[in-house]
Each structure stands twice: as structure tokens, then as C-alpha cells.
């Protein structure tokens, strides 16, 4: 092939698949438990696992979690690189509601992150 001819091939191609901007969504995502008891409740144990962490192609732009009865929460993060947010709740009640308010950004994943997939 001469040089003009793998020009022209390259500007075919070119023509055919631009290159195109990796697409960024911004997504809210909200997710709510709501827990009813048949009789009143006096002590309750609890741990949720409900909300994202950074990963290849997703970033956390901000988490929210809302408890009701509210006493406290612990946060940890498990053997599996998963947020843990654990509490009690020491009073009489029967309704148990858990909101997790997370905004997050996805894109397509870089060479850079160890595991990505990139096309």
C-alpha cells in the first residue's frame, strides 16, 4: 500500500469511527427500607449495606444515610471493601426506615485501574 493510499484509508476510517467523548452520567440514587412490626419493639440490632463505593467507571460524589428512630450509627468498612453502617435502636418502636441518598458519577474505566476493562 503507498503512502497516499494508507492516507486515504486512515481518513476513511477516521470518517467511519470518530473518536467519541467517553459519556459521564451524574446519577441520584435514592433507596429506602421501611420495617413494620406487628407489636411494639424494644430493642433492635441493625447493620445496612447500602451505600456504592469508588470503582472502576464510578465515583461517589456524596452518601446520605437517614435512620428513624435515629440513636447513632458506627460505619465501618468490611473484609470486602464494602461501607457498613451498624446501630442499635434501645427504645420501644415499630417502624424501622433506612434511607441511603448517594449521588454518583459513572464513565467509562481507564487502563489505569488494576482489572478495568477497556474496549
Known sequence: MTQSQE???QTQQ????PLQMPEIWRLLIVHRTVLSYPDTVTTSYNEVRMQPSDEPGQAVLSARLEIDPF?????????????????DIHRPHRHLAVT??????????????PGAICP
Open 7 to 9: 492516507q486515504h484509508w
Open 14 to 17: 477516521q470518517q467511519q469511527y
Open 71 to 87: 440513636e447513632g450509627v458506627l460505619s465501618y468498612i468490611d473484609y470486602f471493601g464494602t461501607r457498613v453502617s451498624a446501630f
Open 100 to 113: 441511603a441518598t448517594t449521588t454518583v458519577e459513572t464513565f467509562p474505566p481507564t487502563e489505569s485501574w
